[in-house]
């Protein structure tokens, strides 16, 4: 039987709705890892429930051009536009962050929040999101910062702007010291500029993104610390390997984990909850596709926030 509200379209278009995409769809908890690897990068993640998605981002300080010589083929890159993809190697010039991400979600979000000739009902105190079923649950939207951090950074805000300008952003009021709500949540992975952010934080209202704080560290951290990640971070996160030791890992490589390892997570969850910091775990196992499960429902189980996962529609069946 066709899907009438979720039609298959290769080229994730304008005609792509919020209906299309989510309607009767249960929000779920997981992150679409290297989300740009899926057939239809963005789209296939919302179509399945997900509430976080991954992308890796590059930015180059010069224009460069790339030769195949085994097909005598050239690419170029341009220095104002923002790539993503998992290595340089493999970039592609057409796979941007506008195209893959920025320009479908603005268009799903200035659907869910049309102009109305007169105000027949009182204005939500927050802009619509992407769920067609839940419109005031907040997709959360990571970038892992793949080159120089700041220079990264700095040219992502950028590109940001049309989306905080729309308060479709959720952000950090810095006078107020409080989260203010949002139907997007960007947080930054990877070579993160830490310092020149809270550097901005001192000079500005509201920031709009934030910070990936190390999950592994937070047991070990002074006060002051604990107070910058609970001030500038929504998740912690960290490998699998960091969180419960090199021996516990090839343990568990080929089993479900052993009750030491449960230990360790847990009080790695429950610490950073205590912050009102959600959690994330990555590097995790793949195959055997039996223990990739039984991981994911113990991670779950433990108080993990986000299940972490390449294969979408797997973690779909089982979430």
């Known amino acids: 039987m066709i899907n ?3 039609p298959f379209i290769a080229d994730p ?15 779920k908890p997981i992150h679409s890892h290297n989300d740009y690897w899926r057939k239809r990068p963005f789209i296939d993640a919302l179509s399945y429930g997900c509430t976080s998605i991954e992308g890796d981002i590059w930015r180059f300080t010069k224009d460069y051009t790339v030769t195949d010589t085994s097909t005598h083929s050239t690419a170029g890159f341009k220095r104002e536009k923002i790539y993503v993809g998992h290595n340089q190697v493999h970039l592609k010039p057409e796979n941007t962050i506008e195209k893959l991400y ?19 009902l009182n204005q939500p105190a927050k802009k619509f ?10 997709l959360n939207l990571w970038f892992d910062l793949k080159t120089n951090g700041s220079d990264t950074y700095l040219a992502l805000k950028e590109h940001l702007k049309p989306f905080s300008e729309r308060q479709y952003l959720a952000s950090y009021d810095n006078g107020k010291q409080e989260y203010v709500d949002g139907p997007v949540a960007v947080t930054l992975t990877g070579d993160v500029p830490w310092s020149l952010i809270e550097e901005e934080d001192g000079n500005s209202g509201l920031r709009n993104v934030f910070l990936d704080c190390p999950l592994h560290k937070i047991g070990d951290a002074n006060e002051e610390d604990l107070q910058r990640y609970s001030r500038l971070c929504l998740f912690a996160s960290a490998s699998l390997q960091e969180l419960i030791g090199e021996e ?3 343990s568990s490589l080929r089993q479900d984990f052993n009750e030491v390892s449960r230990a360790k997570l847990k009080q790695s969850f ?9 959690t994330r775990v990555w590097g995790g196992v793949d195959w055997p596709i039996h223990v990739r499960d039984e991981h994911w429902r113990s991670l779950w ?6 299940i972490n996962a390449d294969d979408l529609q797997a973690a779909a069946e089982k979430f």
Not at 108 to 116: D, F, I, R, V, W
Not at 129 to 138: A, K, M, R, Y
């Open 248 to 250: 516990d890992y090839r």
């Open 102 to 120: 920025l320009s479908p979600l603005f268009r799903l979000l200035e659907s869910a929040n049309k102009k109305y000739s007169e105000k027949i």
């Open 270 to 278: 429950d610490a950073a909850h205590t912050l009102g910091i959600k």
């Open 129 to 138: 999101g992407v769920f067609f079923d839940s419109p005031e649950s907040t």
């Open 301 to 306: 189980e433990l108080g993990c926030d986000l």
């Open 13 to 27: 278009s304008e005609t792509l709705s919020i209906e299309s995409l989510t309607r009767d769809v249960h929000l």
């Open 4 to 6: 009438v509200f979720r």
